[in-house]
C-alpha cells in the first residue's frame, strides 16, 4: 500500500522523532551511558535532517527501511564522537542486534502509522458527509454579510488631515 504525498511530511516527522527515541534507547541497551545534553541535540539535528530527508522523497518500505538504517548509522556515529564512547572498529554484538532491533521496530512502527492515518482518512471520507447532511443549518439567523462602504474622499487627505476614519469608538467618544 502506499501512501499519498501529501502525507510525506508526517512521515519525515514520525522517521525524525522515532530514530532519536530509538537510537538513544538501542545505544543505551547495548551498553553505552544516555547520551549527554550535547550529544542529545546532536542527535536531534541529525536524526531532523534524515527525517526531513524521508519527506522529500517518495514513500516505499524499502527506502524506509534505508533511511532508518542510515538513522540507525548516523546517530550511532553522532553519540560515538560527541560522547567520546569508543569501543573499537566495530560494534560490539550486543549494540549491534540492539540497532537492528530498531530498525525493525521503526519500520513496523512507521508503517502501521502510515496504514493507519489512511485508514482513519478514508472513514472520515465516508462518515463527513452523514454529519454534515444530519446537521440542519438554520438559515433564518444567518445574516447577510454588512456591505462594504467607502469614503469618497482621496485616501492622501484623509491621511495627512488627522481627521480620518481611525479613533476611538463612537460609544466612548
Known sequence: MS????SAPLRGVVVGAL????????HDLGGAALPSQS???ALLAVCAGV???????????????????????LGHLTLTVVDG????????????????GAVGIGAVAVHGAERGIIAAARAMRRILPI???????????????????RVDAPARLLD???RGTRGPPARLR
Open 3 to 6: 501512501t499519498p504525498a501529501t
Open 19 to 26: 530514530s532519536v527515541l530509538v537510537v538513544a534507547a538501542a
Open 39 to 41: 550529544a542529545a541535540v
Open 51 to 73: 527525517g526531513w530527508m524521508v519527506s522529500t522523497v517518495p514513500a516505499g518500505r524499502s527506502r524506509l527501511v534505508v533511511a532508518l538504517v542510515a538513522a540507525q548509522v
Open 85 to 100: 564512547h569508543h569501543h573499537g572498529p566495530l560494534l560490539d554484538p550486543r549494540m549491534a542486534a540492539a540497532h537492528l
Open 131 to 149: 454529519v454534515l447532511a444530519v446537521a440542519a443549518v438554520d438559515t433564518d439567523t444567518v445574516r447577510p454579510a454588512r456591505p462594504v462602504t
Open 160 to 162: 495627512l488631515s488627522g
